[in-house]
């Protein structure tokens, strides 16, 4: 761990002193308190840093753009010679070069980066929990190793991404990655202020038997209507993986209405999925709702802090009716911080 | 299961009343202003002089930058932001996703004259010949017409906005020297140039005085009739956007700076008016 540190802070002191250019840190941590309940147990009553971002970006110049991004979390998974746990982990949460200016308002990134699908890639975790896509597995982590290219639509009327990665998220290399790329498409138009409608799919074709994924093939639809204090997303998800002769097919949805209170800063929400992992089995799928509120202390600036509180309550009901359900309290204090862009391009 | 679904709705219908309740019980005499630090001194003083006229109204401004600005009217934190660069396709595109409707009104321009001491032989630079000089590949008088003494240039430090609008008109994205002196004023700059024979500097045209002589660039001299023709190349539209045509409070307010009075107190801080 201390050597992918290190390896990080020597990489990000021979950029910016050889380089020159200009330089911008970030940095986000939350602190969350959940409590979970089953059939009138806890199960959980923790508190824990769930993540510390430390980000830097260093702008070249006008046209060329490179980020690394570093997650911390409390964690009992890593030990000492004695076998008593750090509590904490490490991991690379992102690092690529972007070259702007090569495709018309859009660029082309290249290294660990974003899952370009559905709403994986501008998931804000403003409820306490990952969205549909990324919760149900359909894409491996929100994060994955590959290139891409995309930009925005002139006159601000969409976005747009093509895809190649791994396929199997940022937290796997080596011997746990297949010998098949993923390829992902994504589009987004906002025909009017406030209307967004898009989609996006997934194709990982066949690959060696011992790995996860033989064959992956996912399609979403989603819209969003958002007007002064109301912001609502819907998704659809659906498609099949494993045995290309038999595969499993899956599908299901989210309904997602967030809305504001007098003040902007206090956000109130409430979250209904459905997943069905196999269709063609019965009582096996599972539902969600959530609801909560997020209340904005101060938001991030350039010089400021950004404080906010979260809180969620969870519930995930399987769908059989033998099942109990598991519901899940959470509190979230989350900050974070940039400093002014040091240096000049 | 049915009663969840039941406290669920109830839960949203309650906040929907709520939240319309509260958004008719907004007061419609405050205005929020976030944004351009270029920007900020106009936006000041025009609040300054609008709520001396209408003391019931209460208008906060604050500074932090353009994308600032921006940002805030897309979360709702503010009615007007300020931008002294027009909005990005990438801000035009998260604004319309969360159903905000940009909308730019230019108040004023931002001109930038090329000062030298009055008793400076040269009257005149391409734009070429000032970013070579910034750029310190002409570094005598004697290669653009004038005494064989080495240039003395004078910058705005990188913090500014009249630097950022130089930076961008002028040097085409490239740095300046490094020995180039850089100062945190306008005045500065035009003191620093009275005060040295062979230095050059820049200021905003509402800096200009008799005690420096501006320079001719590329046949043009900086002047508020060719800042707002477009004639004089080295200047920047300073815009407040608002959701959508400002109405209301915000209307009212840009009217004012838009007006004959307003517009002498954009002029009175140093920028260009554009009526």
């Not at chain 1, 910016?16 to 309940?37: D, L």
Request: net charge positive; with cysteine.
């Amino acid at each position: 761990m201390s050597k992918v540190f290190a390896g990080i802070v020597v990489n990000m002191l021979v950029v910016i002193s050889v380089f020159g250019g200009q330089t911008q840190f970030y940095g986000e941590n939350w602190f969350r308190y959940t409590q979970k309940m089953k059939e009138g147990e806890t199960q959980e009553s923790e508190f824990k840093v769930k993540r510390i971002y430390f980000r830097y970006k260093h702008m070249h110049n006008d046209k060329l753009e490179s980020r690394i991004s570093l997650e911390m979390f409390s964690s009992d998974k890593s030990k000492d010679k004695k076998g008593d746990p750090h509590g904490a982990g490490l991991k690379i949460k992102d690092g690529y070069v972007k070259f702007k200016g090569l495709v018309p308002e859009g660029d082309i990134t290249v290294g660990l980066q974003k899952n370009y699908f559905g709403r994986v890639y501008d998931w804000e975790y403003w409820p306490i929990e990952k969205c549909i896509g990324e919760k149900y597995k359909v894409i491996p982590g929100s994060r994955d190793y590959g290139i891409s290219v995309g930009g925005y639509i002139p006159h601000g009327y969409g976005t747009w991404r093509l895809e190649a990665v791994n396929g199997e998220g940022y937290k796997k290399v080596g011997d746990l990655i297949n010998t098949e790329l993923a390829y992902m498409v994504d589009l987004r138009f906002i025909p009017v202020p406030g209307l967004t409608i898009g989609g996006s799919y997934v194709q990982e074709n066949t690959g060696p038997d011992t790995l996860a994924y033989q064959v992956r093939q996912y399609y979403t639809g989603l819209a969003r209507f958002a007007k002064g204090p109301i912001d609502i997303w819907v998704q659809y998800l659906g498609g099949q993986k494993g045995d290309p002769d038999n595969p499993i097919s899956q599908m299901g949805y989210m309904i997602f209405p967030k809305f504001h209170l007098g003040t902007p800063d206090l956000e109130f929400f409430a979250r209904y999925d459905y997943w069905d992992s196999d269709t063609d089995k019965e009582d096996d799928g599972k539902f969600l709702y959530l609801g909560g509120f997020n209340y904005y202390f101060s938001r991030r600036e350039k010089n400021k802090l950004g404080v906010m509180l979260q809180t969620a309550f969870v519930r995930e009901q399987p769908e059989s009716s033998d099942s109990e359900p598991t519901d899940k309290i959470m509190l979230q204090l989350r900050w974070g911080w940039s400093t002014p862009k040091l240096g000049e391009i | 299961m049915l009663r969840l679904k039941k406290l669920g709705l109830l839960i949203l219908i309650a906040s929907f009343v709520t939240v319309y309740s509260s958004e008719a019980r907004k007061r419609p005499n405050t205005l929020t202003i976030t944004g351009s630090t270029t920007v900020l001194p106009i936006a000041q003083r025009t609040a300054e002089e609008f709520m001396e006229l209408h003391p019931k109204v209460n208008i906060s401004v604050r500074g932090g930058g353009s994308g600032v600005g921006i940002a805030a009217l897309i979360d709702g934190t503010c009615s007007i932001a300020d931008a002294s660069r027009p909005i990005k396709t990438k801000e035009i595109a998260t604004c319309r996703s969360k159903g905000i409707n940009p909308v730019g009104t230019v108040i004023a321009k931002d001109g930038i004259a090329i000062i030298v001491h009055p008793s400076n032989s040269v009257k005149e630079l391409s734009l070429e010949q000032l970013k070579a000089i910034y750029a310190g590949e002409i570094s005598k008088w004697s290669e653009v017409g004038g005494k064989t003494k080495p240039i003395v240039a004078i910058s705005r430090d990188v913090a500014s906005g009249t630097f950022e609008v130089f930076k961008k008109l002028v040097l085409k994205g490239g740095k300046t020297k490094e020995d180039a002196l850089m100062l945190a004023s306008n005045k500065a700059v035009a003191t620093a140039v009275v005060g040295a024979p062979d230095a050059i500097g820049y200021v905003g045209i509402g800096y200009l005085s008799s005690d420096v002589k501006s320079l001719v660039i590329e046949g043009v001299t900086p002047t508020n009739e060719t800042v707002v023709s477009g004639e004089y190349k080295i200047a920047r539209p300073l815009y407040m956007y608002t959701n959508g045509e400002p109405k209301g409070l915000a209307k009212e307010f840009i009217d004012f700076i838009l007006s004959e009075e307003g517009q002498k107190i954009v002029e009175k801080v140093g920028f260009v008016p554009i009526k």
